[in-house]
T-cell receptor
Framework: DPGITQSPRHKVTETGTPVTLRCHQT?????MYWYRQDPGHGLRLIHY???????DKGEVSDGYSVSRSKTEDFLLTLESATSSQTSVYFC??????????????FGQGTRLTVV | AQKVTQAQTEISVVEKEDVTLDCVYE???????LFWYKQPPSGELVFLIR??????QNEISGRYSWNFQKSTSSFNFTITASQVVDSAVYFC???????????FGTGTRLQVFP
């Protein structure tokens, strides 16, 4: 299995507090992604990264920021958590864009509850 | 715009029945990739298959088979002789050439009863 670790795995936080989720990989893959999973929506892309200090927004980026200072770590920050950000968050990695045999591998997920 | 539709929200079958999960996609690109992922009750996402838009050959892997038809923009997934362990949510996804960003359908929950 690809070496992807998400931390924490579960978190309960209060509305208005900042929260940071961490994704750590040991595969040296260039591309990393954050998705959120909600009932009725499947998974939706929040932010992604092409490399160190190279990030871009996805479909549902409002209220989130990311940072990637090292190849192996991709951090997702909720600046001021809201109840609408209660979700399961998945990190994914992939080797390279345009490689025929590429696919995204997913972490175990982080269940975040904002009360 | 790209879109993936999984119209079946939930399917229930009895063990050993065959079941087909539907996936319809929309894209303007001529080069794209289609995927199926399985999410068992434990919550992780398990990669099942990737297909590129130039390869319309059907694929079989054990009890799993996939039918890709560009003419109908569909990439359907069939489980033959279903088993209780097949109970999961199955996601179909699309990515376009030049990006690994995945666009997911809303998923189909499959329940296989003994």
């Amino acid at each position: 299995d690809p070496g992807i670790t998400q931390s924490p795995r579960h978190k309960v936080t209060e509305t208005g507090t900042p929260v940071t989720l961490r994704c750590h990989q040991t595969e040296n893959h260039r591309y990393m992604y954050w998705y959120r999973q909600d009932p009725g929506h499947g998974l939706r892309l929040i932010h992604y990264s092409y490399g160190v200090k190279d990030t871009d927004k996805g479909e549902v980026s409002d209220g989130y920021s990311v940072s990637r200072s090292k190849t192996e770590d991709f951090l997702l920050t909720l600046e001021s958590a809201t109840s609408s950000q209660t979700s399961v968050y998945f990190c994914a990695i992939s080797q390279a864009v345009s490689r025929v045999d590429t696919e995204a591998f997913f972490g175990q997920g982080t269940r975040l509850t904002v009360v | 715009a790209q879109k993936v539709t999984q119209a079946q929200t939930e399917i229930s079958v009895v063990e050993k029945e065959d079941v087909t999960l539907d996936c319809v996609y929309e894209t303007r690109d001529t080069t794209y990739y289609l995927f199926w992922y399985k999410q068992p009750p434990s919550g992780e996402l398990v990669f099942l298959i990737r297909r590129n838009s130039f390869d319309e050959q059907n694929e079989i892997s054990g009890r799993y088979s996939w039918n890709f038809q560009k003419s109908t923009s569909s990439f359907n997934f069939t489980i033959t002789a279903s088993q209780v362990v097949d109970s999961a949510v199955y996601f179909c996804a699309l990515s376009e050439s030049g990006t690994d960003k995945l666009i997911f359908g809303t998923g189909t929950r499959l329940q296989v009863f003994p």
